[in-house]
């Protein structure tokens, strides 16, 4: 007998942090920023005229991409916008993965590169990463069908020199090379400036963290014109009008506000090195994050037995039960005040 369930697409899918609604929670475990949105926002939202809502919005959300293009120094056409830099790479997944050699990925990375390549039925290698988690250039000069990789990578908070990145996109130029900068903005230098030179690469950026957007869902890539042509015409076979009418216009507010984006990311590394050197004396040790966000091992005390002693003080971390890093936590950087009741809560358990 026919049985429908013969042609499920069955997939495990990836498991988001938590998002828990304590009214006295401290939330450091999805890497949203702790600061609003730039002021401007909040101005859109408040002019924003729902009679408007009945229409459809605009499918190439031009005046987003108009704005991103002008911040980055970049043709519009250079340009693809969607829900999330997470509908993002799902898209370029879609697009440029298409071979049946397998594609590269860090073994400790963002988690969802594996379920879009399972979700997609694309074949993948994990790469490891040195015992130092490390990525080595070197390892992804293999034959492969497409490379993906974070930069800075998560949730190691490691960032790989600008040399590196480069030999990577240079040493394949028959695949695609999409460098995921979710965390760029916060000290790390973007791949962007090697659009000039090559036309395989694809750099993925978000609103949702050094933007305070998370909320409204924006990610956008750049890279050459051709590369940019091909995913739209694949977001267009799948859902043209993506992008909102608040999300486009909001978006648009924020990316031209530089100043408070560049003041708000300045806060948020100046907290990273205190709360760094805070956990440190406690018996931490770390990565060089260049993130917003620590990754952090005690030296005496199992990374899960902290999360759990944390989050019954509503102290909200991320951990990780998965070979490498099940002795870590990933501690997203609040404000300072957040970042205090998390450091006093770690001295009392630890009697220091
Ligand atoms: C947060 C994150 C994303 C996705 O963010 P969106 O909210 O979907 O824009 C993508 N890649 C990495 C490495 C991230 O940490």
Known sequence: MADWRDNVRRVVPYVAGEQPNWPDMVKLNTNENPYPPAPGAAEVLKNMNTEQMR????PTAGDLVKAIAAYYGVD???????VGSDDVIA???????????????PDISYSFYEVWADCFRIPYRQVPLDADFKLQPADYSAENGGIIFPNPNAPTGIALEPDAVESIVRSNPGSVVIVDEA?????????????????NLLVVQTF????????????????????????????????SYT???????????????????????????????????????????????????????????????????????HIFVRYFDRPRIDNYLRITIGTKEEMEILLAALRTYLNK
């Open 183 to 199: 965390y760029v903005d916060f000290g790390t230098a973007s791949a962007l400036p090697l659009l000039e030179k090559y036309d």
């Open 91 to 105: 898209m370029a997944f879609m697009t440029f993965f298409n071979s049946d050699k397998p594609i590269l990925f």
């Open 243 to 313: 992008m909102n009418r608040p999300s486009i216009l909001m978006g648009k507010a924020v990316m031209e506000d530089e100043a408070y984006f560049r003041e708000t990311c300045k806060k948020i590394i100046q907290t990273r090195e205190w709360a760094k050197e805070e956990l440190e004396k406690l018996g931490f040790t770390l990565t060089d994050s260049k993130t917003n966000f620590l990754f952090a091992s005690h030296r005496s005390v199992p990374a899960k037995k902290l999360f759990q002693m944390l989050r019954e003080k």
């Open 208 to 239: 949702s963290k050094s933007r305070s957007m998370a909320g409204m869902r924006i990610g956008f890539a750049i890279g050459s014109r051709e590369l940019i042509a091909c995913m739209q015409d694949v977001k267009y076979s799948v859902n």
């Open 76 to 82: 519009p056409e250079q340009v693809f916008v969607g």
């Open 55 to 58: 229409l459809y919005p605009d």
